[in-house]
């Protein structure tokens, strides 16, 4: 993934791979004129540390933009943290010890992988369909470990337009997901850093406002709706476990940066923040259809796609005679990269999927990229039919199916929803 990320720096190559937003959206002038405004007010405070766990003021930020989504939190129960990233980091440094089991979901979010790893946690990874997380799986999972002498120090879900496979957890799903938690006194931890960015649907509720803050810890950040550059995120948690958090960060960064706290207090001081977010909403969802129309285009009729509701990715799916690991270098050579499947899973499974991101670039760069990944695969299963004799119609564009979101051969819904391909 490092590697790949230096690679996708490079202006000639078409990125589909990170997972960012689009910065250049934010108007200069208001960059300037925030930053004007902190040098001239606060120029002793943003160059000077901070408290560990956060400013105050931009704890009040916090607590605004969860009450977004019907969350009432206590600012006293807010840790600020140096980006999303870090309250992953955090929760293991708190919790895990070499070979406690980790529960996560299948595919999961691939940047939560280096960080389980470092601690040694034995990750069980729980299936996906169109609604998220199985927690019928889920619970027979926590019953076999459980005879086993085993319990998880932690379930690890992104419920909302799941990173990487676009798809979200439904109510009843969450509703259970909270009442195992209770019943078996078991931690969640909801990383959410995409449900603002809904594009169409119902919005709901999160897992954090379900549970009322007992066993859920709740993960924020301000990357997906202002800036990721300004790497501030937070976690919310029970009194005891932000106070153990808080020990870990001061270990690791003292505080986060005074600088960009000030930035984010400045901003939503001019309480314009949620017009903002919806001009990536609609920014986003013409991407996303742009991306959705270039799949039905270019990709072969055995191939399969998610279908975000929202969010900043989807989740595409080869024949499995196809590596996406080995598929990325010779798509690195047409100067376009993806995230293959394989690193979002800790035993070796995903390797005919991809990881595809529709914010960060143009609709125009969108389309090519995808032409030039579409190209590649084409080329991979042409040599595969050449090889055995298979039908060549397998290179030919599907048609539309009448269904939503699948994810890595799991059932298709029923006829009459929303066409998954082309965004109809």
């Known amino acids: 993934m490092r590697d790949l990320m230096a690679i996708t720096q490079r202006p000639d190559v078409i990125s589909l791979a990170g997972g960012q937003p689009d910065t250049s959206t934010f108007p200069p002038e208001s960059y300037a004129a925030l930053m004007g405004r902190i040098a001239a007010e606060s120029t002793a405070r943003a160059l000077q540390y901070g408290p560990t766990d ?3 003021a931009v704890k009040d930020c916090i607590v605004e933009v969860m009450a977004r ?4 939190v206590d600012p006293d129960d807010v840790l600020v943290t140096t980006g999303g990233q870090q309250v992953i980091d955090l929760m293991c440094k708190t919790f895990v010890d070499p070979g406690d089991v ?16 470092a601690y040694q946690a034995d990750v069980v990874q729980v299936a996906m369909d169109a609604d998220g997380m199985r927690i019928d799986e889920l619970e027979d999972l926590l019953d076999r470990l459980e005879r086993e002498g085993r319990r998880p120090k932690f379930v690890y879900t992104v419920p909302s337009f799941q990173n990487p496979a676009g798809v979200t957890m439904a109510l009843e799903r969450r509703r259970r997901l909270v009442a195992i938690a209770h019943e078996r006194e078991l931690l969640v931890l909801e990383d959410n850093p995409y449900s603002l960015l809904r594009y169409e649907g119902d919005p ?12 859920v810890v709740y993960l924020g950040t301000f990357s997906k709706i202002l800036s990721a550059g300004i790497r501030l995120g937070w976690a919310v948690a029970p009194a005891p476990i932000i106070e153990k958090m808080n020990l870990g960060k001061q270990g690791v960064d003292l505080c986060s940066s005074s600088m960009t706290q000030l930035f984010v207090a400045e901003y939503f001081r001019e309480g314009r923040w949620m017009e903002y977010v919806a001009s990536l909403r609609e920014l986003y969802r013409r991407r996303r259809d742009a991306m959705l129309d270039a799949l039905a285009e270019h990709f072969p009729r055995e191939a399969e796609w998610t279908y975000p509701q929202g969010g900043m990715f989807l989740w595409a799916t080869l024949p499995d005679y196809i590596d996406t690991t080995d598929l990325l270098a010779r798509a690195l050579q047409e100067k376009v990269a993806f995230v293959p499947g394989r690193a979002a899973y800790l035993d070796g499974r995903g390797g005919s999927s991809m990881r595809l991101n529709f914010s960060g670039v143009g609709e125009d760069d969108i389309r090519e990229g995808i032409r030039r990944i579409g190209k590649v695969v084409r080329e991979q299963v042409g040599l595969y039919d050449t090889l055995t004799g298979a039908a060549q119609a397998a290179t030919e564009p599907a048609p539309a199916p009448e269904d939503t979101a699948e994810v890595l051969h799991l059932p298709r819904r029923e006829p009459g929803k929303r066409d998954a391909r082309r965004g109809a």
């Open 69 to 72: 989504e019907d969350m009432r």
């Open 204 to 215: 709901v509720p999160t897992l954090q406002s379900l549970d009322g803050g007992n066993f």
């Open 54 to 56: 956060g400013m105050a």
């Open 102 to 117: 980790i529960v996560a979901e299948a595919p999961t979010y691939p940047g939560a992988v280096p960080s389980f790893a």
